[in-house]
């Protein structure tokens, strides 16, 4: 099995409980904080690509950072810009194994990679 990335932010809940459930089950997992280490729109694009080719499902729009943008029909780019701009505006946690990823929203979610 792969090395699992999660990328992470210690202070969501969510993101705790993934990182307790992987490591409960003593799965290898780099932590990526992406607040200190954000991607870039490449690997965003790439990480959306993981997620079934759905940029939207990693946006988190209910953030100022993007409700201030207005935009009502945003398209790809658009979302990715603005992640690369604001990294809290990506959902969490987010589990990859380099070829698939999965959002942990439940966090039991993340288990489909194992």
């Not at 993007?66 to 946690?93: F, K, V």
Request: net charge negative; proline share 9%.
């Amino acid at each position: 099995m792969p090395t699992l990335t999660l990328y992470h932010n210690p202070r969501c809940s969510k993101s705790r409980e993934a990182l307790a459930l992987l490591e409960s089950r003593g799965i290898d997992v780099n932590v990526h904080r992406y607040l200190d280490v954000p991607l870039s729109p490449s690997e965003l694009t790439s990480l959306a690509r993981r997620l079934g080719d759905d940029a939207e499902l990693m946006l988190r729009q209910e953030e100022p950072e993007w409700r201030e943008r207005g935009i009502e029909e945003p398209n790809r780019e658009q979302m990715i810009a603005a992640i690369a701009e604001h990294p809290r505006l990506l959902q969490r946690p987010i589990v990859d194994d380099g070829q698939y990823a999965v959002i942990g929203r439940p966090p039991q979610a993340v288990l489909q990679l194992i």
